[in-house]
């Protein structure tokens, strides 16, 4: 199907708040002991989170239950009040608990400037109530009264139909609403899906031998499941207790009414109810004429995934809220149809599989779980086998990565609309994080990813590309990113990271990556960030070996937690893991003391120019004073503002020297310099290593030291001199006086962008600093940031002089850009020197602390979308300086045609003019930082893209690295 082009011009609306006042800042400081306390004590207390049974009358009075509203009658609501705490919870910390809807505003449980966070709570309570025999209101779930199921209806159809009229509301939150309206009462809510799983594990977690039954019916359910329960039933009649049968039946019910045929008489009265001059209307009725339940599913399945894009495509030409309900209706219960006829869909060859997986990213697309310029970006690549006998191999991997990332897009759409509250919420409920997943399991990227999966497996097989990790299932949705090898304990982190701490030592599997993480021995993600975070760049410069899986393989590999593993990922994306025991003698050797050492680079110091003293202008400086008066970022902007003077902002370094003379004064309590006292920590380090100390232990003195080091510098005293002189560059600079002028302070020490080494983001960047106090303070933060744990290890891992590391700092004004990201001049996965790979985000600092960020492939005539953003928070630089917490929707891209008409123009000058104007030797690509301000484009950064010679050059990743034909035919009728 061709998706029309809305004419609607739809504004982006951004909900901005002052961290200070957010609900974002407030999770900051839930006292979590506390509300995990008294959510123990609702579980127990008759009446849950209420307090008594009320009269609630229009005019706002609250009266007894046995003492009416006395006007108004018709308009009163008796129902619970809440109690006095679960009030101040609300109010406080904008936690809501056991939400009655009947007397709740409809604006404040929209909740807007809260990114919808209180329908969401709505939403996850309700979850947790399913599967945990109520949670909080498990004795309350029987208090008489407590709700009234017709008033909640009432609520739930008015707060739609007043809601759903703005154009703006339904395109941009459109898989919101769709889900929303599986658990909002109003008359058409309905998750039969959910419930089905939520019996099935409260069985299973009654009698354990139900577990095999319920994996079956949360992975792979199909209507067989029915009679497999009741043999179950039957065959343990007389060790199920009584309340275990009960479940077992109502778990039946709900199957049965889950796998019932298509009610087309319901769902014709329902379409007939929208009003008649809707055009979608008439493309119902038709639709409902000729659909047969009894017709394959392979003939179903396209008709379901084009209705559901009709009425996704057309749900704006509807204007009333009453019409938008029934056909937001209409979409869940045809999707419900859609979900169980593709479980009967089972291709025995290539061209059934890859048009089972067209037809259900169709449907991805009409179900809200990935926008519709996306499905319009990919749509080609999954069209590729239409008319053909044969296609390669290539277009088939072509065809996997498209429909793989798919998958990831789906599942990356539920996470950005639902993980701030399942985070908050996980905080003092840990079954919480079970939403997420359920609710991918309920959509139609279950069996998607069955599909893609299956789609691997076969490639895999033609392309001896195999994946030989452990012993798990569905390994062919394991992709490597990152060529390396590894030996340590593995670990498998489900839940946040932030707190987790980290060994340089072990090997990590995170749903995501911390963006400050520190130095590991290997990687593996569900969510993989972009290609061009700080993180990636780090392990592809230091050859970690990093990979991507699926939240099922995270699953399986729980069970490997604490486990010694060797893992290995090659250049061609296979990836090995296997325990030690069953490591081979060439991969033993891997890791022997002689093969291990691997060589180390030095930080240059001979030309370092320490005697210049003074603040330097940033278009006075070029290239060649990288790592002589200051580093690469301020050296090498300097030389981007004399061949780009338009796209570059002015700036002011403060150089090396400058640095290094305020670390002569003395260090309090201590009797010596600052530098004497850095100097001394490294001299005695050696020491410690000379007498046999392991170093671990040596690691652990450098960094007290180096802490308390830090902790100093923060707290320096800084020459009047250089203050005044500093403030006399402003006003040079920048034409205005500093504290008038916002800016960025960046951390640019001698040791990035070495040949060898990148040292991307490993030192602190400061946005949009103001004041004169916090300028200067935070010139000093910028100084001690190279001391700090995460930067000095990574150091430490390559560097053999990590000692001789000197921060200048690059002062730059704020540009408040619309959206900003990275640009790598060659293509990352493709290999290709002529294309570019880009990742941008909304707002300042985009793409670079591993934000799911909109990344493409662009060519020299295309530009190919490998991963759409799904990161709904961005910051804004406001002039007063500080940053503004904004949230956003993806319904439209973030890149238009002219912003990648102007990438490929900028890069292809730098690739020319770079080799021209200055001596340097280098070859490779270059890694550069940017940002659009209406459209016109501002550079921030140059570097080198550096990768890791070793990984590239390792004879053991060239073994297990397999030679593909990629130009191989495969007959799209060959059985799999």
């Known amino acids: 199907m061709h998706l029309k082009t809305k004419e609607l011009k739809t504004t982006v609306l951004l909900f901005i708040f002052v961290f200070l006042t957010s609900f974002f800042s407030k999770a900051q400081d839930i006292p979590t002991s506390y509300i995990k306390e008294k959510v123990g004590f609702y579980k127990t207390n008759d009446r849950g989170p209420y307090k008594s049974i009320n009269w609630f009358c229009k005019n706002g009075e609250i009266r007894d239950a046995r003492d009416p509203c006395t006007d108004n009658k018709d308009d009163a609501r008796q129902h619970a009040a809440y109690r006095d705490d679960t009030k101040e919870i609300a109010k406080k910390y904008n936690i809501y608990l056991g939400e009655i809807l009947a007397s709740t505003d409809r604006t404040a449980f929209w909740d807007e400037s809260n990114n919808q966070s209180r329908l969401k709570q709505y939403q996850l309570n309700k979850y947790l109530g399913s599967v945990d025999d109520g949670w909080i209101q498990r004795k309350s779930q029987f208090y008489r009264g407590a709700v009234q199921s017709e008033d909640e209806k009432a609520w739930g159809i008015e707060f739609f139909q007043k809601f759903l009229p703005r154009d703006t509301r339904v395109v941009n939150n459109y898989f919101l609403l769709r889900q929303s309206l599986r658990d909002i009462p109003h008359d058409g809510d309905s998750n039969l899906a959910q419930d089905m799983r939520s019996q099935s594990k409260n069985v299973a977690d009654e009698f354990p031998k139900f577990m095999d039954a319920r994996i079956k019916i949360h992975g792979k359910p199909t209507i067989e499941d029915i009679e497999m329960v009741r043999n ?69 399945v396209p008709q379901l995934a084009d209705i559901l894009c009709v009425i996704r495509t057309d749900i704006t030409d509807a204007k009333s809220g009453n019409d938008r309900l029934l056909l937001l209706d209409l979409s869940n219960a045809i999707e419900d149809v859609l979900l169980k006829k593709s479980q009967e869909w089972q291709p025995d060859d290539v061209l059934g599989l890859l048009e089972k997986i067209r037809h259900l990213s169709l449907a991805a697309a009409g179900t809200g779980l990935i926008e519709l310029w996306e499905w319009e970006k990919v749509k080609p690549q999954l069209e590729v086998h239409l008319g053909k006998e044969d296609v390669t191999l290539e277009q088939l991997n072509e065809f996997l990565n498209t429909s793989r990332g798919i998958v990831e897009w789906s599942a990356s759409m539920v996470k950005a609309n639902y993980s701030d509250v399942v985070e908050l919420y996980s905080t003092f409920e840990p079954m919480a994080y079970g939403f997420i997943d359920d609710r991918i399991r309920s959509s139609v ?84 960030g972009n290609l061009v975070s700080h993180v990636q760049l780090l392990a592809r410069n230091l050859g970690i070996p990093n990979a991507a899986l699926s939240g099922d393989n995270l699953k399986a590999l729980t069970k490997y937690n604490g486990k010694k593993v060797f893992y290995a990922v090659s250049e061609k994306g296979n990836v090995i893991i296997k325990v030690e025991d069953d490591m081979s003698a060439s991969e033993k050797e891997l890791f022997s003391k002689k093969e291990r050492s691997q060589k180390k680079i030095a930080v240059p110091v001979e030309q370092i120019r320490l005697d210049v003293q003074k603040v330097l202008k940033m278009r006075d400086v070029d290239a060649n004073d990288s790592g002589k008066l200051c580093g690469p970022k301020a050296a090498n902007l300097g030389q981007l503002k004399k061949m780009f003077p338009e796209n570059v902002v002015e700036g002011l370094i403060i150089p090396f020297g400058i640095f290094r003379k305020h670390m002569d004064q003395m260090m309090p309590t201590e009797g010596v310099s600052y530098w004497q006292y850095l100097s001394t920590t490294f001299a005695d380090a050696d020491k410690m290593r000379d007498s046999k100390i392991s170093e671990k232990e040596v690691e652990n003195f450098q960094l007290l030291r180096l802490e308390k080091l830090r902790i100093a510098i923060e707290k320096m005293p800084l020459d009047a001199s250089f203050v005044s002189e500093l403030k006399s560059g402003f006003k040079d600079a920048f034409g205005n006086s500093i504290g008038n002028v916002p800016v960025f302070l960046r951390s640019d020490t001698n040791m990035e962008d070495l040949k060898e080494f990148t040292g991307a983001g490993l030192n602190l960047t400061l946005f949009n600093i103001l004041s004169e106090e916090n300028i200067t303070q935070g010139i000093k933060k910028v100084w001690a940031s190279p001391y700090t744990e995460r930067s000095f290890k990574w150091r430490q891992k390559y560097l053999n002089n990590p000692e001789n590391v000197f921060p200048s700092i690059l002062i730059i004004p704020s540009v408040d850009v619309d959206y900003s990201g990275v640009m790598i001049t060659k293509g990352i996965n493709s290999g290709n020197d002529d294309d570019l790979t880009v990742a941008f985000s909304r707002g300042a600092g985009g793409a670079v602390d591993g934000q799911s960020a909109e990344t493409r492939l662009i060519t020299k005539s295309s530009d190919y979308l490998l991963a759409p953003a799904r990161e709904d928070g961005y910051l804004r630089l406001p002039k007063t300086g500080g940053t503004t917490k904004n949230i956003t929707t993806f319904e439209e891209e973030i890149l238009n045609e002219n912003n990648i008409s102007e990438i490929r123009k900028i890069a292809e000058e730098i690739r020319v003019k770079i080799p021209q104007e200055t001596d340097t030797d280098y070859k490779g690509a270059w890694d550069v930082e940017l940002g659009f301000e209406n459209d016109k484009l501002w550079l921030f950064q140059i570097r080198p893209f550096v990768e890791n010679k070793r990984a590239k050059s390792s004879e053991y990743l060239t073994s297990i690295t397999p030679q593909v034909d990629y130009n191989q035919l495969v007959w799209v009728k060959e059985k799999i």
């Open 232 to 300: 179950f039933q039957s065959k343990y009649e007389n060790d199920l207790k009584p309340k275990t049968k009960e479940e077992l039946i109502n778990l039946q019910k709900t199957m049965a009414e889950f796998y019932a045929p298509l009610d087309l008489t319901t769902l014709r009265n329902q379409v007939l109810q929208i009003s008649k001059n809707n055009e979608t209307r008439a493309r119902l009725l038709q639709f409902l004429d000729t659909y047969k339940d009894t017709d394959k599913p392979e003939m179903l």
């Open 445 to 528: 990227a279950l069996d998607l990813g069955e599909s893609v999966s299956k789609l691997g497996a076969m490639i895999a097989k033609k392309s001896n590309i195999a994946n030989n990790v452990l012993d798990i299932k569905s390994q062919s949705n394991i992709r490597g990113l990152n060529p390396g090898y590894a030996f340590g304990e593995l670990v498998v982190i489900e839940e946040s990271p932030e707190n987790v701490p980290i060994d340089t030592d072990k090997i990590y599997i995170f749903q995501k990556p911390p963006s400050d993480l520190k130095p590991v021995a290997g990687i593996m993600t569900v969510s993989e």
